[in-house]
């Protein structure tokens, strides 16, 4: 177990939330996402929270961009497919734990855009895709009074005891 480390009054820092996810769902991320280029890639991350701050995502589905204009720098997942994903989850015994989308020739990062709508108890995964090749994968939350995002450590599943 990782004991979080100590601040230089000697106190506990909380652990960074933990995303929990299989080597080949990060690959399927990266592919979807260089597919997708120029547009931006998006989907659902589908799971289960695990332990105070860890969640464990066991199924992507990926959900076409409704977006009707600046599909290269903007992505929308419509009414019908969150209600639809909420369905599809429950039935599954899991949950919409997040959502994940891509940054085409930008960083992994949130965006303003990101934030102005996104909510604090999502998961928001965002893969970087350089002239069509997907780099880095992030993942973030937005703090509950919505100043900006705090960094998700992403864990392969296959390697946690």
């Keep these: 177990m990782v004991t979080p480390p100590a601040n230089p009054e000697g106190e506990r820092l909380p652990r960074a939330p933990r995303l929990e996810l ?14 997708a280029y120029p547009e931006e890639a998006c989907g659902a991350l589908l799971g289960r929270k695990r332990q105070s701050d860890s969640i464990v995502v066991k199924d992507l589905v990926a959900v076409p961009n409704a977006r009707d204009s600046e599909r290269t720098r903007r992505y929308l997942i419509g009414p019908e497919h969150v209600v639809g994903l909420e369905r599809a989850a429950g039935a599954l015994g899991l949950d919409v734990v997040g959502y994940y989308h891509s940054h085409p020739d930008a960083a992994a990062v949130p965006s ?21 090749d997907a780099a880095k994968v ?24």
């Design 22 to 35: 299989r080597s080949e769902m990060l690959a399927k991320l990266r592919a979807q996402a260089a597919a």
């Design 112 to 132: 303003e855009f990101d934030r102005d709508h996104a909510w604090p108890f999502y998961i928001y995964v965002i893969v970087g895709v350089r002239s069509g």
């Design 138 to 161: 992030r993942a973030w939350r937005l703090l509950e009074d919505r100043r900006g995002f705090e960094p998700v450590l992403i864990v392969d599943e296959d390697e946690i005891d």
